[in-house]
């Protein structure tokens, strides 16, 4: 992938689930509630929605780095990605590491039979002092789109400068 093309990708991916970060913390106040009212939105932001998409960013961002490839030549979807999911911060290693398998019931759970596999709340905001994804005390998940959303972006710009260090230098980044 090209410099130019992974930085179109990046504004596409953050400037999408950004856009429903702030629907939802519009709708926490009157003066937003009554424009998106006015305007015929729905109160809130695309929870799934904005959650299904960071989930599968991840999955790009892991082909991007990794390229992992089943022997047969296909990618290796969840293996690229588990460890770009890995790389998002130790917290998210750690739950991935304690059993959690979050290819399959997040992200396979979202994409492909639209609920989380298992008891799951998915919410725009939630705890700053913790991963964006993890098991709360009763044994239920969470998923908190603006903490994993910051996270991943993160690691993206990690991922910039991995892939494109020379590329970032000559263009000022």
Known sequence: MEYEAFKQAE?????????????ARATETVEGKAALR?????????????ALALLC?????????FDCKKPNGS??????????????????????SAGNNVY?????GLAHEYYVKKSCTISMFGPVDQPG?????????????ERYCQDLKQAFHTLESHLFS?????AGG
Do not use: H, W
């Open 11 to 23: 504004q596409f991916m953050f400037q999408d689930v950004r856009r429903e970060i702030c629907l």
């Open 57 to 65: 960013y991840t999955e790009f961002a892991g082909k991007l780095k």
């Open 133 to 145: 994804i993890g098991k709360n005390p009763d044994g239920t998940y969470s998923f908190v789109v």
């Open 166 to 170: 020379g590329a970032v230098r000559d």
């Open 38 to 50: 006015q305007a015929g939105v729905e109160l809130g932001g695309g929870n799934f929605m904005a």
């Open 104 to 108: 399959d019931v997040f992200r396979c």
């Open 75 to 96: 990618d290796y979807a969840s293996e690229n990605f588990n460890s770009f999911f890995d790389e998002l911060g130790p917290g998210y290693k750690a739950f991935r």
